[in-house]
């Protein structure tokens, strides 16, 4: 079960219960609710007329049954569903766990709280019930933060999160992925314009060859041919190195663009991608 009680201070136990009813007192909700812990709950998965909340931060500290190693994790998920009846209310809450890393069989263990940390929990419930069952208007700055009052270091274990395993944790990253993917999707569509446009400009250089330079002294013959001015014999045209000539490498400078877009595309994906991991 989870630890279901918070030293405050002068050393009395309070109860997630107790909390609970101060935080409803406090924002003047005079109908009765009841808190029930719920371990069979799934998000997602509501009845009509019930509602869903998930505390997706808040700072946990485990011990495990086996080899009583302790450690902290600052991604502790608690899920909420509530639901109002007339007169009163009840929810139902899930603590998902965490297994030990040190041990071959672990257990899933549950998670002990500060008072802080439960205060700011039922603080944000009782927000939502507002929300969700008094209409009363609601901002994200009216949700409060879980305050982090001890160091934590290290990546989340996904791997030994529980709701991890069922795909809750990794819902909340689902909106970035789709936003990288769909930045992702425009850079090669940019791509493929890039292209498109290399090979029509390709195709009309070959059609249509680049004018030839004529040095400036050169003068039309009464037979149309082409003679310097003050020289007898014919001379070769000359060609002037131009942008517009077919021997310009317009594929080598396309295909090294394209090269650095897609390259700066996959870094800019992977950077997005473990910065929300």
């Known amino acids: 079960m989870v630890t279901a009680t918070s030293t405050a201070p002068g050393g009395t136990m309070m109860s997630w219960q107790d909390i609970f009813k101060e935080k409803l007192a406090e924002m003047h909700v005079t109908e009765q609710w009841m808190l029930q812990e719920d371990d069979t709950l799934k998000a997602k998965a509501l009845s009509p007329h019930w509602k869903e909340f998930v505390q997706r931060r808040a700072l946990g500290r485990f011990q495990c049954s086996q080899c009583c190693h302790k450690w902290t ?95 809750i944790c990794n819902k909340s990253r689902q909106a970035p992925a789709l936003d990288t993917w769909k930045a992702w999707k425009a850079l090669r569509d940019a791509w493929k314009a890039l292209t498109d446009a290399n090979k029509d400009r390709t195709h009309h250089t070959k059609s249509s060859p680049a004018p030839e330079c004529v040095d400036r002294e050169c003068l039309l013959d009464a037979d149309g041919s082409l003679k310097r001015q003050g020289s007898g014999p014919h001379t070769a045209l000359t060609h002037c190195p131009s942008p517009c000539s077919s021997n310009f490498p317009w594929k080598r400078y396309c295909c090294i663009g394209s090269s650095l877009l897609f390259v700066l595309a996959m870094i800019i994906f992977f950077v997005v991608y473990f910065t929300r991991m």
């Open 73 to 167: 994790s600052a991604k502790v998920l608690i899920l909420f569903h509530m639901r109002q009846c007339p007169g009163w209310g009840v929810i139902r809450m899930r603590v998902f766990r965490q297994e030990c890393r040190r041990c071959p069989n672990p257990q899933l263990e549950y998670p002990g709280f500060s008072l802080e940390t439960v205060e700011r929990i039922l603080h944000n419930l009782v927000v939502k019930i507002l929300q969700y069952f008094y209409n009363k208007p609601v901002q994200s700055s009216d949700l409060l933060e879980v305050a982090v009052d001890i160091p934590v270091t290290g990546p989340h274990d996904s791997a030994r999160c529980e709701a991890c395993r069922l795909g």
